[in-house]
């Protein structure tokens, strides 16, 4: 059975802390893994990934995915506290037209 | 990015009444939604793959009798919580793109109370 699982669950920081999110998965017919970020409403996109090694970046946040190890991270430098929100790692394959969404990374960021 | 536009964003309703949701891509055709639900603190759970003329493909656990999912074009999916029940009331989410070569676009979500 297809599955993607992100750790950790949650995570609390202070303003100016680096984190890091992961996300791995197991899914048939890999074709993209997508990061998305969900605070009070609807997830936002934030990046898709498709070939390994290749870092995407946009500002703060970068991401990169490992196809043979079958995971992604994603860094998030200097956090602010609108940073909080729900991280979400999705993983898209060639047979469906369907995301497999892992359980999501909750981050906090303090003052 | 594409836009998707998700009515209405918040709706309360009677125990035992239907509630029909919409979902629409603004400015590109989404021959293919989907329809997410989600509980508080849990990610989203896939409820039903939507295709342009075509019936809904229900995921496993879900009842197609109770939510009705029409797509009549390529920029309009409904989502029907019929008899609705406190126990529907969550978060729903479409989702659209027009390529799977792309990322999905989602719609603002709808806060479904049945009280």
């Known amino acids: 059975e297809d599955k993607v699982v992100q750790s950790p669950l949650s995570l609390v920081v202070h303003e100016g802390d680096t984190v890091t999110l992961n996300c791995s998965y197991e899914v048939t017919n890999f074709r993209s893994l997508l990061w998305y970020k969900q605070e009070k409403k609807a997830p936002t996109f934030l990046f898709m990934l498709?070939?390994?090694?290749i870092e995407k970046k946009s500002g703060r946040l970068s991401s990169i995915l490992d196809k043979k190890e079958l995971f992604s991270i994603l860094n998030i430098t200097a956090t602010q506290t609108g940073d909080s929100a729900v991280y979400l790692c999705a993983v898209g394959a060639y047979n469906t037209d369907k995301l497999i969404f892992g359980t999501g990374t909750r981050l906090q960021v303090f003052p | 990015g594409a836009v998707v536009s998700q009515h209405p964003s918040r709706v309360i309703c009677k125990s035992g009444t239907s509630v029909k949701i919409e979902c629409r891509s603004l400015d590109f055709q989404a021959t293919t939604m989907f329809w997410y639900r989600q509980f508080p603190k849990q990610s989203l759970m896939l409820m039903a793959t939507s295709n342009e003329g075509s019936k809904a493909t229900y995921e496993q656990g879900v009842e197609k009798d109770k939510f009705l999912i029409n797509h009549a074009s390529l920029t309009l999916s409904t989502l029907t919580v019929t008899s609705a029940h406190p126990e529907d009331s969550s978060f729903y989410i479409c989702?659209?793109?027009?390529?799977?070569?792309?990322?999905?676009?989602f719609g603002q979500g709808t806060r479904l109370t049945v009280v």
């Open positions: 989702s659209a793109s027009w390529d799977q070569n792309t990322e999905a676009f």
């Open positions: 498709t070939s390994s090694g």
